[in-house]
């Protein structure tokens, strides 16, 4: 099956720098790349995603790449902010029925 | 509109005992998941239906669970005997379609703790 990897495992950036998470996979089957925030108590929410026919999405301060060859795939937030702090998810799928996640980062932005 | 619920948000339960876990999907949404998510981890998925029918419960970790779903609607999570590693946040999603082209949406999730 699909092992999805993920880091760090917990990350700390000053308010307005750059956070980047990096995910890794195993099935190159897999085509359909979300990220996933959650909040203390909630439950996640997608934030951006990606399929394979894709390298690069972006919107606003939110952008995930793409390296297929590789089997990996990042999570770029830039000008980070305090309502950013979150536990970060990446996932991978290949079927669209079954989604494998990523362990999560914890994100603090520190204003 | 109306997002998905899940109830209960929290039950405690003594070991041995069973318990029933609900999941309200979003309207209209044919494709329902169920995920568990131990404690500082990552979610692990359990079992996805597609309408009322369950094409893939290979996630279900032993006979003590099952799931069902009715009227394309609502979805209930059953741990029978239960044991203390039962014990996380079962989290439950909706979609519009089961191809996944579509973005699932995440209800609060029920915390189970078993003594």
């Known amino acids: 099956g699909e092992n999805v990897e993920q880091h760090p495992s917990t990350l700390s950036v000053q308010e307005g720098d750059s956070a980047v998470i990096k995910c890794t996979y195993s099935d190159s089957a897999s085509n359909y790349f979300p990220w996933y925030k959650q909040e203390l108590g909630k439950g996640p929410q997608l934030i951006i995603d990606?399929?394979?026919?894709?390298g690069e999405k972006k919107d606003q301060r939110i952008a995930v790449t793409l390296n297929k060859t590789a089997k990996h795939f990042s999570l770029h937030i830039t000008e980070t902010q305090p309502e950013d702090s979150a536990v970060y998810f990446c996932a991978a799928s290949r079927t669209g029925n079954q989604f494998y996640f990523g362990t999560g980062t914890s994100l603090t932005v520190i204003p | 509109g109306a997002g998905v619920s899940q109830s209960p948000s929290n039950k405690v339960t003594e070991k041995g005992k069973d318990v029933e876990l609900r999941c309200d999907p979003i309207s209209g949404h044919t494709a329902l998941y169920w995920y568990r998510q131990r404690l500082g981890q990552g979610l692990e998925f359990l079992i996805y239906?597609?309408?009322?029918?369950?094409?893939?419960k290979s996630g279900l970790p032993s006979d003590r669970f099952s799931a069902e779903r009715t009227g394309e609607s609502v979805s209930t999570l059953t741990i029978q005997r239960t044991q203390q590693e039962d014990s996380a946040v079962y989290l439950c999603?909706?979609?519009?379609?089961?191809?996944?082209?579509?973005?699932?949406?995440f209800g609060p999730g029920t915390r189970l703790t078993v003594t």
């Open positions: 239906f597609q309408g009322n029918s369950a094409p893939d």
């Open positions: 999603a909706s979609s519009f379609s089961g191809t996944g082209a579509y973005e699932q949406y």
């Open positions: 990606i399929r394979s026919n894709v």
